[in-house]
């Protein structure tokens, strides 16, 4: 029972009167509360023998606590209207949507409420914003779940989700789409089309996309979609509305110039005028939809990630999480996704490709791979495969393959290809669906013995990345190195991921970017908050500590059996190196196959057979941002930092808190614009990375991908090698920083932000001290290009400049002096 259930029943303990109490849960797994729910307990308690622990909400088939939901009720007052408009992230809905809210609430004298649903994914994810207005005031603390206006603003959702969910008998639907009336019966799905005749839908369509092209706007649809339903939900007189929303546009864009205001003027009027009633013919009522193909997937990703992703979760009865009943989650189902939110993917020009693999080094979602091939295989690929000589491989061919569809087009790939005549070129996502294909045969082909070392970055690209297509932005600086982790440990490493973006894009159900290799081994991921990560991911370390040292005991008994030779030499060898990760696989590998024929019913043996998974050095990782690393998690990595324990923590440095919205941080520079840090930070950036190098026996760098590739991977590689605990710090930009480059740029901006001095890179390595040499190695070249122009390459720094030009020049100036004294500080430990 809840608390407050105990209490009530404890206070009635041991009296004579016992009224009847019961108990039970409702928004269990966040979900609404809705009046119908209310209903239910209050019939509930008029049985006679009321169900006690009841929950409301959910579909319980398995302990069977649910109350069975009477009749659907409404109980919003009459005249309320509803509305749900179904957005894309970032494509200006949910702005419009606050824009419409405001317009009526200081306009008329209306109740009016907004709630703003936002799936996980950074880019391309989906929004929900529900709207309420009306005479009365508006008691529904829930989602829309009956409305009499739904607007869809993305064409490709049609098939992705049920859009009309809940829309009232002769309420209106707005379609944003490209659509002619003669096309749209063959672009609908037959659900959608059945629905819209049977509740006698007045159903629009809006051709926003095109509009906003033709008047400059590019994708931004907002004031086309907003005009449109003021149009059609008279809430308020549409001549009313639009005067309204012309008074919102040169408030909001009037600084912007005359040019700007006046596109959005057009597109308010046109938003008007280019409306389409559609006439719904009455052969949609009897539509049908040909059984859609569906491959063979596994359960989990038929059973729970389909319907989630449609939005659907909500109506999985609790059987369907029966396998899941630990908490655990299977991995690589991000790969089951397909979003196909790129507007331009990458295609491969053979010929100009140097082989070097640094677009897939630098890809934030692995959707971009080098394969080789053998000639039979190529001999029986698709025809949309094109490869070449494998450099320095007789009898294989190369191939970079990309995954269109799970590409976000950031650009990064084609931005770094160092070849002369470049050898990716963005291109139209729909011209390149046949390498789909491609992908799918690729992947699916045998594994091969990587032919370079994984320590360099062509080698470390041969590898299977661990972690895959994750919810992260277009783009996004702080992947890429974790991706490059996964690539060198990822099937021995355990990972303490601290809150932050770094656990919402591949934390957040129903699909996981996590994956395992062939053999299914994979990193092992756990989240448990924000500021304890540190301490939780010591736990882990100390758990398999114990472990493994009561293995080794099991260990060095079992060589003192002197069974044969081989046995006993596998044992001492496994004795000797069982730190080292080096060789770690093999000489388990060699010690569970001995075991497999030898253990019988021996205790001992068996003993350590059952524990084989920790026969494996394994790698130890903490994840986090600088919120977490800086701020909130500091005493506990300070701690763990502290207790010389063999433990690898890699900071993604966005110096913001990102997940949140970009709040500063004691990583935020002097000068940046951020939350908290409107007029810009005051104050220098902490230098973490000298904290830690104070005790001596920490190792501990400073990298940035985009600036040297090389170095990136040499402090990775030295980091989880150092039998100790390792700090590196890893330049990360953001979309909070606002490169005007654009995100497809976020590996070059790495480069400029070394170029300028305002980011450093080194190594620090407790152990050469050992060998008599410096312990610290400066990487960065001596600052080649202008810092200022560094500065006002991102708009945290161009917007103080253009907001506060006075204190802008006083920040500027002494955020370089800043970064010039950190430089000058590594010079000296460099002993330059
Ligand atoms: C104690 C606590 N405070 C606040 C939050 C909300 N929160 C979640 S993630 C986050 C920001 C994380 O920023 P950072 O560590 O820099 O990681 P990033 O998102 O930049 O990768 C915050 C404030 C929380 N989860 N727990
Ligand atoms: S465009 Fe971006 S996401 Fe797509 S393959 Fe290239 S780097 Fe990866
Ligand atoms: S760190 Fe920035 S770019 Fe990366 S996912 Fe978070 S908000 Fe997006």
């Known amino acids: 029972g809840e608390p407050l259930y105990l209490d009530v029943k404890s206070v009635f303990y041991g009296r004579e009167w016992q009224p009847l109490i019961v108990g039970g849960r409702c928004g269990v797994g966040g979900k609404d509360v809705l009046p119908g729910h209310i209903q239910a307990i209050y019939e509930n308690l008029q049985l006679v023998q009321p169900k006690d622990h009841f929950t409301v909400g959910i579909v319980d088939d398995v302990t069977y606590t649910s109350l069975p ?141 095109g509009i906003a092209q033709q008047l400059g706007l590019g994708g931004r649809i907002n004031m086309i979609m907003q005009s449109a339903f003021f149009k059609i939900a008279g809430i308020i007189p549409v001549e009313e509305a639009v005067g309204y929303l012309k008074e919102a546009v040169v408030k909001t864009y009037g600084h912007k110039g005359e040019k700007v205001v006046n596109m959005n003027m057009a597109a308010i009027d046109k938003g008007v005028e280019a409306l389409v009633q559609v006439t719904v013919p009455a052969a949609w009522g009897e539509a049908r939809d040909e059984a859609a193909a569906t491959g063979e997937v596994p359960p989990y990703i038929r059973n729970i990630l389909i319907p989630m992703n449609r939005q659907e979760g909500d109506k999985l009865p609790v059987s369907a999480f029966l396998p899941l009943e630990d908490g655990t989650f299977p991995l690589g189902t991000s790969a089951y996704e397909k979003r196909g939110i790129a507007l331009n993917v990458p295609c491969w020009l053979a010929d100009a490709c140097m082989q070097c693999n640094k677009c897939a080094y630098v890809c934030p979602h692995a959707a971009i791979r080098p394969v080789l091939l053998t000639g039979e295989e190529l001999g029986r690929a698709p025809q949309a495969l094109a490869a070449k000589p494998a450099a320095g491989q007789k009898s294989l061919s190369f191939v970079i393959a990309v995954s269109p569809y799970d590409c976000t087009g950031c650009g990064n790939c084609a931005q770094v290809c160092p070849a002369k005549d470049k050898a990716l070129v963005m291109k139209p996502l729909n011209t390149q669906l046949a390498q789909s294909g491609v992908w799918e045969y690729v992947m699916n082909l045998a594994p091969k013995t990587n032919p370079l070392t994984p320590f360099s970055v062509k080698g470390s690209q041969f590898e299977q990345p661990l972690l895959e297509f994750s919810g992260a932005c277009a783009g996004c600086g702080e992947t890429p190195y974790m991706k490059l982790v996964t690539q060198l440990f990822g099937d021995r490493m355990m990972v303490a991921n601290a809150t932050g973006c770094t656990s919402v894009f591949v934390g957040s159900p129903p699909s996981v970017p996590y994956a395992q290799n062939h053999r299914g081994h994979g990193p092992a991921w756990g989240n448990s908050l924000f500021e304890d990560n540190a301490e939780y991911g010591l736990g882990m370390f100390l758990g398999v500590k114990q472990i493994r040292e009561k293995l080794a005991l099991a260990i060095t008994a079992a060589a003192a059996l002197n069974l044969d030779g081989e046995f006993t030499r596998a044992c001492e060898d496994w004795r000797a190196h069982r730190d080292a990760g080096e060789g770690t696989r093999a000489r388990a590998d060699k010690l569970v196959g001995l075991l497999e024929v030898r253990k019988g019913d021996n205790p001992l043996l068996n003993e350590i057979y059952q524990n084989r998974d920790f026969l494996i050095k394994r790698s130890h990782w903490l994840f986090g941002g600088d919120g977490w690393a800086y701020d909130i998690g500091f005493g506990g990595l300070d701690h763990v930092l502290a207790s010389g324990e063999d433990i690898n923590v890699l900071v993604l440095d966005t110096e913001v808190y990102s997940n949140t919205g970009g709040q500063s941080s004691k990583a935020t520079p002097t000068a940046a614009v951020a939350k908290f840090a409107a007029g810009g930070k005051r104050t220098k950036k902490k230098d973490l990375g000298l904290m830690a190098m104070s005790y001596g026996y920490i190792y501990v760098a400073q990298i940035a991908m985009g600036a040297d590739p090389n170095q990136t991977l040499k402090a990775i590689a030295e980091a989880e090698a150092y039998p100790g605990p390792s700090l590196i710090i890893a330049y990360a930009p953001c979309v909070s920083h606002g490169l005007k480059a654009g995100m497809g740029c976020s590996q070059w901006e790495e480069k400029r932000a070394v170029d300028s001095g305002y980011w450093t890179t080194y190594r620090y390595n407790p152990q050469l001290t050992e060998q008599g040499e410096n312990p610290f190695k400066l990487d960065s070249p001596a600052p080649s290009m202008n810092f200022r122009d560094f500065l006002l390459g991102e708009v945290r720094y161009a917007s103080l400049q253009k907001q506060f030009p006075e204190t802008a020049e006083e920040l500027f100036a002494k955020t370089e002096r800043d970064a010039r004294q950190r430089l000058e500080t590594y010079r000296r430990l460099a002993g330059k």
């Not at 200081?106 to 529900?130: P, R, W």
């Not at 098939?159 to 003669?182: E, I, P, Q, R, T």
Request: glycine share 10%; proline share 3%.
């Open 69 to 209: 939901l009477g009749e659907d009720i409404d109980t919003t007052p009459a005249g309320t209207k509803a509305c749900k408009f179904w957005g894309l992230g970032a494509d200006g809905t949910v702005g419009a949507n606050k824009n419409a809210i405001k317009i009526i609430g200081d306009h008329t004298d209306m109740y009016a409420q907004a709630y703003f649903a936002y799936d996980s994914k950074k880019s391309g994810g989906l929004t929900i914003s529900h709207l309420r207005f009306g005479h009365q005031p508006i008691k529904s603390p829930y989602l829309i779940n009956k409305a009499d206006f739904i607007a869809c603003h993305n064409q490709s959702y049609v098939d992705k989700y049920n859009l009309l969910a809940g829309l009232k008998k002769g309420g209106s639907f707005l379609l944003n789409c490209s659509w002619s009336g003669a096309e749209l019966s063959g672009k609908l799905p037959a659900a959608l089309k059945r629905y819209l005749f049977e509740n006698e839908i007045n159903f629009y369509t809006l051709d926003a996309v």
